[in-house]
């Protein structure tokens, strides 16, 4: 069974552009998470899509945004990037909204921002 | 609110003793506790998990934890730690009432193995 993936692995952009980030859940699971991991901040919540609407968003701004397809894949969009925004996004798909099931996590998209 | 703490950004430990990463919680609902484990440049991988029931949690990689509600913690302990085992470790803490099991994290404790 394949795992939860997320591309690109790296992506580099500059201050002011747009980003965008792929994620694809495991065969059956419904839910998406994205977390970002920046240096010296821990790991962040920072939205959560199940069968196709944001249920909910963690502290973030309004330019970090995303969508989740009709086959439950994800996409997160980052606009006006700023420098501080430079860091490890992760992905997890869970099989539903239960906290009795372990969150599956992708192996992450670095980004940079110069 | 929910929050996790991690005793230790660091711990380093010699190849055969014993492993002990700290973590407390605060939660206002009875938590789901988790701990995971990160190995560089890749993702997270769940290690065990407490939600109910047997308070003593075995998981992979002979990794255990204990659930101390009158302590409010959940530390990772392993008896003979190897190599292998030099990760980034991060408990976190669920509340499906609250978010629909979003993950509070703790800080991550880095362990280092020495030969």
């Known amino acids: 069974e394949a795992g939860v993936t997320q591309s690109p692995t790296h992506l580099i952009k500059t201050r002011g552009q747009q980003a965008t980030l792929r994620c694809s859940p495991i065969s059956g699971h419904t839910s998406v998470y994205w977390y970002q991991q920046a240096l010296g901040l821990g790991l962040q919540f920072l939205l959560w899509?199940?069968?196709?609407?944001?249920?909910n968003r963690g502290n973030f701004p309004p330019r970090f945004s995303g969508r989740q397809f009709p086959n439950y894949s994800s996409e997160l969009n980052v606009n006006a990037l700023e420098l501080e925004d430079s860091a490890l996004y992760l992905c997890?798909?869970?099989?539903?909204?239960?906290?009795?099931?372990?969150?599956?996590f992708g192996p992450g998209t670095r980004l940079t921002v110069l | 609110a929910q929050s996790v703490t991690q005793l230790g950004s660091h711990v380093s430990v010699s190849e055969g003793a014993l492993v002990l990463l700290r973590c407390n919680y605060s939660s206002s609902v009875p938590p789901y506790l988790f701990w995971y484990v990160q190995y560089p440049n890749q993702g997270l991988q769940l290690l065990l998990k407490?939600?109910?029931?047997?308070?003593l949690v075995k998981g992979i990689n002979g990794f255990e934890a204990e659930f101390k509600k009158s302590e409010t913690s959940f530390h990772l302990t392993k008896p003979s730690a190897h190599m292998s085992d030099a990760a980034e470790y991060f408990c976190?803490?669920?509340?499906?009432?609250?978010?629909?099991?979003?993950?509070?994290f703790g800080g991550g404790t880095r362990v280092l193995v020495k030969p």
């Open positions: 899509y199940d069968e196709g609407e944001e249920r």
């Open positions: 976190a803490v669920s509340d499906l009432k609250a978010a629909g099991n979003k993950l509070t």
């Open positions: 407490y939600t109910t029931g047997a308070t």
């Open positions: 997890a798909s869970i099989l539903g909204p239960s906290s009795y099931n372990e969150q599956f």
